[in-house]
């Protein structure tokens, strides 16, 4: 029976922002009246908690994901050759995998945790391969143990796009601390959120780490001379303040969000299939994925109630214009995964009774 809700939207970032308030604002305040706004201690200080938190060698602050991805590249001297990635994913991943110089192979995903199949990984491997790209999807963790056998055997660079998985672990180590250089997104809607835009480059090796900070402000050393071609890519002094609030409640947000995605897999018709974590892995929820034929219709269905849910991704890798001419190959499991997702509400400020009747609608229209 149909029944008129609540309002509940897929994200209500001020209700996310709001609880924060105050601490938020004494961060502004903070950078305001320090007059410094680009690379200072702000920067500097997070990126030593970010590091520390997550058991990384080091981080390097930058503008966005995208660059962090793009810088990681580049610090690593990746700047032709194939690089193996998974045909499900968003296409920043390729994009900046091709904006480094590299050449995409794509790999369709596991049909049931919908990430960088191993195997499909091993066949995909050449000649001309020199790096291979795990995504971590949803807040799931790869098969990083896999994985990396197969990057040590064959001599490749591993970077780990980490952009939706801060704080999954797999075998009791956090995402990112696996490869070469890891890349990690700060975009509003992430776990760990900023006010604007931010990435973070995480690396093992000190010298790949100066490189990265080189590499975001222009390519200049520290003389300030350009050695070579860089990015003007700085994650900023009010985003890193900012970030440093958020990083001191992250648990608190994955605690709550995988309680909601618990909430979900228990009451949700079963009907409504799921990917599946990989064996020996703690996912970190930060969206909620579910796959129905039906797709379109359950949506349709939520969004007459006043719920919201979005796709995530409606268009794979494989089909967008500037990497279509890139790629070869056929990706069935990834194009299936496209037309037949929809990700539910996972804000941490959901409440008990909002997402039963999330729950709740999903089952009805399961039911028709």
């Keep these: 029976m149909r029944t008129s ?38 920067v500097e200080s997070f990126e030593r908690l970010f ?22 590249f580049l610090a690593l ?7 193996i990635i998974p045909a499900n994913t968003y296409m920043a991943t390729v994009l900046a995998a091709m904006r480094a110089g590299l ?9 049931e945790t919908l990430l960088l199949c191993p195997e499909g990984a091993r066949r995909a491997i050449t000649g001309k391969t020199v790096a291979i790209l795990p995504v971590h999807l949803y807040g799931l963790a790869c098969d990083m143990g896999q994985i990396s056998l197969l990057a040590k055997e064959h001599g490749l660079k591993m970077v780990e796009d980490c952009a939706q998985a ?5 075998g009791g180590r956090f995402v990112g601390a696996f ?10 809607t992430k776990n760990l959120g900023a006010l604007g835009d931010g990435g973070v480059v995480a690396v093992g090796e000190p010298a790949t780490a100066s490189r990265a900070r080189m590499l ?55 009907r409504i299939k799921r990917p599946l974590p990989v064996k020996g892995s703690t996912p970190a929820k930060s969206l909620y994925p579910v796959l129905f034929q039906r797709r379109d219709e359950l949506k349709e269905h939520l969004a007459g109630l006043g719920i919201g849910a979005k796709i995530h ?56």
């Design 166 to 170: 801060h704080g999954a672990r797999f």
């Design 216 to 270: 975001r402000n222009y390519g200049a050393d520290e003389r300030g001379e350009a050695v070579e071609i860089g990015l003007n890519s700085r994650l900023d002094e009010l985003q890193a303040a900012i970030l440093k609030v958020r990083l001191a409640r992250l648990d608190e947000t994955l605690r709550r969000k995988n309680e909601i995605a618990a909430a979900y897999d228990a009451g949700l018709d079963k």
């Design 179 to 188: 490869s070469d250089a890891a890349a990690f997104s700060f975009y509003p």
């Design 103 to 111: 050449s995409p192979v794509l790999v369709d995903p596991d049909p």
């Design 313 to 368: 991704y409606p268009t794979p890798p494989h089909r967008h214009g500037a990497i279509a001419h890139a790629v070869s190959g056929d990706f069935p499991v990834s194009d299936r995964i496209s037309s037949t997702i929809l990700s539910l509400p996972l804000s941490e400020r959901l409440t008990d009774g909002e997402v039963k009747t999330i729950i709740d609608a999903v089952n009805d229209f399961c039911g028709k």
């Design 5 to 42: 809700v609540t309002k509940i939207p897929f994200e209500d970032l001020g209700a996310v922002t709001k609880h924060l308030r105050g601490e938020l604002v004494g961060a502004f305040e903070r950078v305001l009246d320090s007059g410094i706004f680009i690379l200072g201690p702000e």
């Design 77 to 83: 001297g990746l700047r032709e050759g194939e690089v």
């Design 51 to 72: 590091a520390e938190k997550f058991s990384l060698g080091q981080a390097v602050g930058v503008a966005s994901g995208y660059d962090a991805l793009t810088i990681a």
